[in-house]
């Protein structure tokens, strides 16, 4: 073919020292080129993980407490750190305080929820951080209740915000990491907060010579979830079994 015969005239071209060191030269290049690909392959896969690894994504926590006792109460916390990446948390999160609570004497059921926006505070001593909010709102206020009407309902949807001193839940609140899940990212998140307002009026009174009491932390433990899995969550479950559900089905998810 043509092919082999310039391929032939070419080396005829050559003179013999010379056409062997070319082809000296190319052999010796293959092991080097072949190295550097194999290198180059072999690292791209941890390179893409590195680099996915850092991208920040949202990381979504929830848990809640039963304070039920003569009445339902139900409170949840969704705990969210909107720029987790690697193995960090971010210095941004996103706090939603969600209780659901039940009143047989007038029929009533509310449902409110309330938002904190703030920053994190890590404890480089160990796994521990603090939250402190710079904005408070409230988000959803909904009551049913016989007396308004029949099944009807009352809704304050609009955003509110909040001084201090309206807040459900103090602006400071201490978190606790554990564990290791999703991206070496906490499993578990122990939560302790301060609530206010309803949880400081059922202490009772001053003390006489000691001041007003001061109410004692909620841990809340909180697991990584996804939206999905709260879309599916209630509200809570009554004592003899069945689930309790929000006003609104899918509370968790939309608020």
């Known amino acids: 073919?043509?092919?082999?015969?310039?391929?032939?005239?070419?080396?005829?071209?050559?003179?013999?020292?010379?056409?062997?060191?070319?082809?000296?030269?190319?052999?010796?290049?293959?092991?080097?080129?072949s190295a550097v690909l194999r290198h180059s392959t072999t690292n791209l896969p941890g390179r893409i993980a590195c680099a996915a690894r850092n991208v920040?994504?949202?990381?979504?926590?929830?848990?809640?407490?039963?304070?039920?006792?003569?009445?339902?109460?139900?409170?949840?916390?969704?705990?969210?750190?909107?720029?987790a990446s690697g193995t960090n948390l971010g210095d941004r999160y996103l706090l939603k305080f969600v209780r659901h609570s039940e009143e047989d004497l007038w029929n009533g059921i509310v449902d409110k929820v309330v938002v904190q926006k703030g920053t994190v505070?890590?404890?480089?001593?160990?796994?521990?951080?603090?939250?402190?909010?710079?904005?408070?709102?409230?988000?959803?206020?909904?009551?049913?209740?016989?007396?308004?009407?029949?099944g009807g309902c009352f809704s304050n949807a609009d955003t509110e915000p909040l001084d201090a001193s309206e807040m459900p839940v103090k602006p400071i609140a201490r978190g606790e990491a554990r564990g290791s899940g999703l991206r070496g990212l906490p499993q578990e998140i122990s939560l302790s907060i301060v609530e206010q307002g309803d949880q400081?009026?059922?202490?009772?009174?001053?003390?006489e010579d000691a001041g007003p009491a001061t109410p004692e932390p909620?841990?809340?433990?909180?697991?990584?979830?996804?939206?999905?899995?709260?879309?599916?969550?209630?509200?809570?479950?009554?004592?003899s079994g069945p689930t309790i559900d929000f006003l609104r089905p899918g509370l968790l998810a939309r608020v």
């Not at 013999?16 to 052999?27: D, I």
């Not at 920040?56 to 720029?83: A, C, M, N």
């Not at 505070?121 to 049913?144: I, K, M, N, W, Y």
Request: one cysteine or more.
């Open 121 to 150: 505070s890590s404890d480089f001593h160990g796994g521990g951080f603090t939250l402190e909010a710079d904005l408070c709102e409230q988000r959803l206020h909904e009551v049913r209740t016989k007396v308004l009407r029949v």
């Open 218 to 239: 909620t841990t809340f433990r909180l697991s990584a979830t996804t939206p999905e899995a709260l879309e599916l969550e209630p509200a809570g479950r009554y004592l």
């Open 56 to 83: 920040p994504f949202p990381v979504l926590y929830h848990g809640q407490v039963d304070r039920s006792l003569f009445t339902v109460d139900f409170k949840h916390v969704i705990l969210e750190f909107p720029d």
């Open 1 to 33: 073919s043509s092919e082999l015969f310039e391929r032939v005239r070419f080396r005829t071209l050559l003179p013999q020292p010379a056409a062997m060191f070319a082809s000296h030269s190319f052999a010796s290049l293959l092991p080097h080129a």
């Open 200 to 207: 400081e009026e059922e202490i009772g009174e001053e003390v």
